[in-house]
């Protein structure tokens, strides 16, 4: 009895590989706003979503009139206009985390004209037992830089129960995004952003952020240990998703 508990417990530690909210973008974070707890070095993440057009950052370059077939103003007939998101990601120095990522209409076959983004998060100071971990980042670096932005985040995570199978942690996050280069249009806006959520044995989250524009729900449930689900509610209403599959690279200690 006891070696088949031993073997359990084994297993069930062994699942717990990517302790880091995972954005609809790929990136670490709920939503859209970014924070500062990453994945673990040598985390590697392809992500395949799709965000909806009433809320998704770039459907006005499909429809500037009225931000895509659901928006207020559109004229009738239009097709929609969601994105959608085709992306991987690195954790990797061990304090760096670095996306590329393509975005097009969904009903677009052709990757031609997709918008194209480069962006990383440097981790500067890590969580301490009182500090939280502080993070710099910028979104969409090189591609067609349409949407660039900076950021900084302070975020801290909270152990409230541990166990055997992990931990039950509550994580919260606030930073604030510069538009440095008057960019017009923005995932993270010049104004204040944050996040609030909980996580279960790091398999199963739920969480909130205001992202500089709206207020999101967000939750991911990780299944097996290499594939992540992540939804939200953009806005409180407008229902995106990502599938990710995540490896762990062999990394030097």
Request: glycine fraction near 12%.
């Amino acid at each position: 009895m006891k070696t088949r508990l031993s073997v359990l417990l084994l297993v069930l530690g062994g699942c717990v590989v990517d302790t880091a909210a995972q954005s609809l973008y790929g990136t670490s974070g709920w939503a859209f706003a970014p924070t500062a707890l990453l994945a673990e070095d040598g985390t590697a993440r392809l992500h395949y979503g799709r965000v909806d057009e009433r809320v998704a950052p770039r459907s006005r370059l499909c429809n500037p009139d009225g931000g895509g077939a659901g928006g207020v103003g559109a004229p009738a007939g239009l097709p929609r206009c969601d994105e959608m998101i085709l992306a991987a990601s690195m954790v990797a120095l061990p304090r760096l985390e670095v996306y590329v990522r393509l975005v097009r209409r969904f009903d677009v076959v052709d990757f031609r004209g997709a918008d194209r983004s480069i962006g990383a998060t440097f981790v500067a100071l890590r969580q301490k037992r009182v500090l939280p971990a502080l993070a710099f980042g910028v979104r969409d670096v090189g591609g067609t830089r349409n949407f660039h932005a900076l950021f900084a985040v302070a975020s801290k995570r909270v152990d409230v129960w541990s166990g055997a199978p992990g931990s039950v942690a509550v994580e919260a996050s606030l930073g604030h995004g510069f538009d440095l280069f008057d960019a017009n249009r923005l995932e993270i806006d010049d104004a204040a952003f944050g996040s609030l959520g909980v996580s279960v044995f790091d398999r199963v989250g739920l969480g909130a952020e205001y992202d500089t524009h709206r207020l999101n729900w967000a939750g991911w449930v990780q299944p097996v240990r290499w594939v992540r689900l992540t939804g939200a509610l953009l806005d409180e209403r407008y229902f995106s998703f990502t599938v990710s599959g995540i490896y762990r690279l062999p990394v030097a200690r």
